[in-house]
């Protein structure tokens, strides 16, 4: 008759202990070294055209001198270089979906503006299967659309000599969107929509009322015809 044994640690049999997770010996941390954050190398202009390589070279200092020359600007950097404290913000972003023959194509669509808060803005449009893509062809034609605004102070509640608001009444039309900016006195702020005072706060104004008609959440016309709006203080001033 046979009799079942047990074995016993240390007495020829096989012990096992309580399990070890993780790797290594148990109470070993593995230390690792971090991986180092690899920054966005900025890339470097080359200038391709005339206007370009006088600016690089410095013999053209500011914007003003290319705009009272009417010279054609066909590059963003030159925009870089002359204006470095442009800030660049995306307006909207959408989806624009068709039937092809090969099936359902999607894109998207970016429309980014950019300014420096003293009397530039620009706005863009860009189109691509990646948003990435997108914003950043929506960048390069916004830098392209830089224009100056004429500031001042048109309100007769103020009549000071400070840069706050525009110097008088303008009107701007984009699509089916008419808007319409009347100065203000200092200390009013701006009375506008969401985008539309962040559009105006890029361009550099503080103090203005606006009025818009149309179909105002469409963003590609009520860009346009911000910026439509801003551009008469010069064509009418």
């Not at 319409?180 to 506008?192: C, Q």
Request: charge should be positive; proline fraction near 5%.
């Amino acid at each position: 008759m046979s009799q079942s044994t047990q074995s016993k640690p240390g007495q020829g049999g096989r012990s096992r202990g309580p399990p070890v997770y993780g790797r290594g010996p148990a109470g070993a941390t593995s230390e690792r070294p971090k991986r180092a954050r690899r920054e966005p190398e900025e890339e470097v202009w080359v200038p391709k055209t005339i206007l370009g390589q006088k600016v690089a070279s410095g013999e053209i200092t500011s914007i003003e001198e290319i705009l009272e020359s009417g010279l054609r600007i066909q590059e963003s950097g030159i925009i870089k270089k002359l204006l470095p404290d442009l800030k660049s913000e995306v307006v909207d972003v959408g989806i624009i979906q068709r039937m092809t023959t090969n099936g359902q194509s999607t894109r998207f669509k970016a429309i980014v503006a950019t300014g420096n808060e003293n009397g530039y803005l620009g706005i863009g449009q860009g189109k691509s299967k990646q948003m990435r893509i997108a914003i950043e062809k929506a960048t390069s034609q916004a830098l392209l659309n830089v224009s100056p605004i004429k500031m001042g102070c048109g309100s007769w509640e103020c009549r000071c000599d400070q840069k706050h608001s525009v110097p008088f009444k303008v009107k701007g039309k984009g699509g089916s969107v008419t808007i319409e900016i009347i100065p203000g006195p200092r200390g009013l702020g701006l009375v506008a929509g969401g985008k539309v005072k962040r559009l105006l706060e890029l361009a550099g104004l503080k103090d203005a009322w606006t009025t818009a008609k149309g179909s105002t959440p469409t963003m590609n016309s009520t860009s346009k015809a911000v910026l439509n709006c801003l551009r008469q203080t010069f064509s009418q001033g």
